[in-house]
């Protein structure tokens, strides 16, 4: 019996590729990769549903770094397709030698997406990663050509699918077909690819470029202020956002808080000076429940334990000036 370790995102293709594998006979085992931009849970719900074990690596760090500068390119959000599908191939490929299993293969299907899934990019992929030989593609296997792994016996070409273009027909209805009824709905499931978070990417990677994991985790939480090139707020809407903030706080970075009414939590990270700071206690004044008053008391917190204590005196910043301040 052949050993195959597949790349799993828990969408319905790479799925459907596991599963179309298991069907004929090969061991299948599945890899899923946490980064900051997506995690591993929807591949663990998949794997348990399919009875198939999984591995999972967290790889934010190399991930980041790839993604600051990917040497093919960018989809049209801040998406390096090419480079992320190479650098999972590569991953799961040192695995792949590790614990002994004969090839990859993944949910790719030809024609699905302009950028990442046409033969040059496929191409691509399987030559950045180390392990052009040994990659398989079983959803559109027969619109490519043959494969070692199908030259040796490996897997059987004729149980393999010719899958393309970006219509999930076929898809649903081999997921009908097998039995797999709980999945995803097409696209999302990575941050790259949505507008509204790539703005506040784009923002950190100008004015932090040795940004890390961490820093991206805030990216995810409340309202984002950049109040200058050193410096900016990020403001929770909600006590899940006040929670988080609290969380991802380092000790170097400042909590801000209205003193005296309900309002939002803020933490200012970067090298703030004082007009960074009294910008900060202005937004958190605007957006808390004393917004209209003239003038608000606002506590800046420093130190780990939140001890040193600074009070400021602002005016609520104007809701206008607060939204042009604001990273989108």
């Known amino acids: 019996m052949s050993k195959a370790l597949g790349l799993l995102s828990g969408g319905l293709d790479s799925s459907l590729a596991a599963m179309a594998l ?57 998406n390096p397709c090419v480079d992320c599908h190479a650098m999972m191939f ?23 997406r302009p950028m990442s899934q ?12 180390g392990y052009p030989e040994r990659i398989l593609r079983p959803l559109c296997a027969k619109l490519l050509p043959v494969t070692p792994m199908e030259e040796q016996g490996l897997v059987d070409r004729a149980q393999l699918l010719d899958i393309q273009g970006r219509s999930r027909r076929r898809q649903q209805e081999l997921a009908a077909a097998w039995g797999l009824v709980d999945y995803p709905a097409s696209g999302g499931g990575c941050l790259l690819t949505e507008k509204s978070f790539t703005g506040r990417l784009r ?70 000076d004082a007009g960074d700071l009294t910008t900060a206690a202005a937004l958190v004044a605007s957006y808390g429940k004393g917004k209209d008053l003239e003038l608000i008391q606002v506590e800046i917190l420093a130190g780990e334990d939140e001890g040193e204590t600074t009070l400021v005196e602002v005016r609520p910043m104007a809701r206008d000036q607060a939204e042009g301040l604001q990273v989108k």
């Not at 046409?118 to 990663?129: M, R």
């Not at 923002?203 to 409340?222: I, M, N, R, S, Y």
């Open 90 to 112: 590569r991953l799961a490929g040192a695995v792949m030698e590790e614990q002994g299993f004969d090839f990859l293969f993944s949910g790719e299907v030809l024609g699905q």
């Open 118 to 129: 046409n033969l040059t990019a496929i191409k691509t992929v399987g030559k950045y990663s």
């Open 203 to 272: 923002d950190l990677f100008e004015h932090q470029p040795t940004c890390t994991p961490a820093d991206v985790e805030l990216l995810k939480v409340g309202r984002q202020f950049r109040l200058s090139p050193q410096a900016k707020l990020t403001l929770g809407r909600n006590e899940e956002d006040n929670a988080a903030i609290r969380a991802l706080r380092r000790p170097d970075s400042l909590l801000v808080r209205a003193r005296g009414v309900t309002g939002p939590l803020g933490l200012v990270s970067g090298t703030p």
């Open 22 to 78: 298991k069907r004929q006979g090969v061991a299948v085992t599945c890899i899923a990769f946490v980064t900051p931009f997506f995690g591993a849970g929807r591949a663990e719900k998949a794997a348990r549903a399919m009875d198939i074990p999984l591995i999972v690596h967290n790889i934010g760090e190399m991930h980041l770094e790839m993604v600051k500068n990917p040497r093919y390119g960018y989809g049209k959000n801040l």
